[in-house]
């Protein structure tokens, strides 16, 4: 089955930092979702984007599906940021459209 | 519209008791999907259902059974509960494979004792 990394594992930055995230897979997707589970451990759907670049605010993703990789950018970060950011994919040739989740990237934001 | 509820939120059960995760969603969506998250880790598949009366198997079945006798409802059933089972359980839904977003409910978080 498909691959899905992301990087990095833990990050610790002060309030008001930029940050970026990465999201690597190894086979073509029809469906690429970022989503952030907060402390309570509810999942936000933040953007869907098989490709292409979304703004929503101070985050922003690109995804470049050629290339097999996706970015989320969080700029002027704030504390409510902190949680866990997933990011799952589908594969193309498939008929059932079964998300395969990443790890996740671990963000701190330090007051 | 509620989106996608799932009952209980908390649960704790014995070694060996059975119990049934309810997810119900009111967005008309053919496709649903369940969802089980280990500490430290991301989500895995256990079942999804393309439509009423069709169910398949995702990346960890075992132990569980699914049913969808209605658009809107697709219960995860546990027979017999082990320790290995302990996580947070995620329902979902969309329109549509694939193309669509998935939505998902706000978890349920049970514990074999």
């Known amino acids: 089955g498909i691959q899905v990394e992301q990087s990095p594992p833990d990050l610790i930055l002060q309030e008001g930092a930029n940050s970026t995230l990465r999201c690597n897979f190894s086979?073509?997707?029809?469906?690429l979702q970022w989503f952030h589970q907060n402390p309570w451990g509810q999942l936000i759907n933040l953007f869907y984007?098989?490709?292409g670049t979304k703004q929503n605010g101070r985050l922003s993703a690109t995804t470049v599906a050629t290339e097999r990789y996706s970015l989320l950018y969080i700029s002027s970060s704030q504390t409510t940021d902190s949680g866990v950011y997933f990011c799952?994919?589908?594969?193309?040739?498939?008929?059932?459209?079964?998300?395969?989740f990443g790890t996740g990237t671990r963000l701190t934001i330090i007051p | 519209n509620a989106g996608v509820t799932q009952t209980p939120k908390f649960r704790i059960l014995k070694i060996g008791q059975s119990m049934t995760l309810q997810c119900a969603q009111d967005?008309?969506?053919?496709?649903m999907y369940w969802y089980r998250q280990d500490p430290g880790m991301g989500l895995k598949l256990i079942y999804y259902s393309v439509g009423a009366g069709i169910t398949d198997k995702g990346e960890v079945p075992n132990g569980y059974n699914v049913s969808r006798s209605t658009t809107e409802d697709f219960p995860l059933r546990l027979e017999l509960a082990a320790p290995s089972q302990t996580s947070v359980y995620f329902c979902?839904?969309?329109?549509?494979?694939?193309?669509?977003?998935?939505?998902f409910g706000d978890g349920t978080r049970l514990s074999i004792l």
């Open positions: 984007i098989p490709s």
């Open positions: 799952a994919v589908c594969e193309s040739n498939f008929g059932n459209e079964k998300l395969t």
């Open positions: 979902a839904s969309t329109p549509s494979g694939g193309i669509q977003p998935q939505h």
């Open positions: 086979d073509s997707v029809n469906n």
């Open positions: 967005m008309n969506h053919n496709y």
